[in-house]
């Protein structure tokens, strides 16, 4: 069993920064083949990949990210952080951190994947607020 736990949510105004941290903890795997990653899930709005980092440490980025968002990870795969900086109205969401230890990963994967993808496990979340 893995248990991830999200910290470092809150409300900030447009074009704010937060940086977002996953506490990663239990079973850890360090073979190849998995992807950690953030997600966000909007009210009324389908869950989406945000950013993913994969085995080989490739990363990943939702195109509406691109270039504001940064994903990283410890040495010991312990934690995984997401910088968000020039925060709008639209990255308002609830943001989960998840884990896949069966997947392609790749530098198109978060922007891919989709909520019937499903994650092995996910952190029960953290809310960011953006307002104007």
């Known amino acids: 069993q893995v248990q991830l736990a999200e910290s470092g949510g809150g409300s900030v105004q447009t074009g704010g920064s937060l940086r977002l941290s996953c506490a990663v903890s239990g079973k850890t795997y360090s073979g190849s083949g998995y992807c950690m990653g953030w997600f966000r899930q909007a009210p009324g709005k389908e869950r989406e990949g945000v950013a993913a980092?994969?085995?080989?440490?490739?990363?990943s980025y939702a195109d509406s990210v691109k270039g504001r968002f940064t994903i990283s990870q410890d040495n010991a795969k312990k934690n995984l952080y997401l910088q968000m900086n020039s925060l709008n109205v639209e990255d308002t969401a609830m943001y989960y951190c998840g884990a896949d230890y069966l997947c392609a990963g790749g530098s198109n994967w978060a922007q891919a994947w989709r909520p019937n993808s499903g994650m092995d496990y996910w952190g029960e979340g953290t809310l960011v607020t953006v307002s104007s």
């Open positions: 980092i994969d085995s080989s440490a490739t990363t």
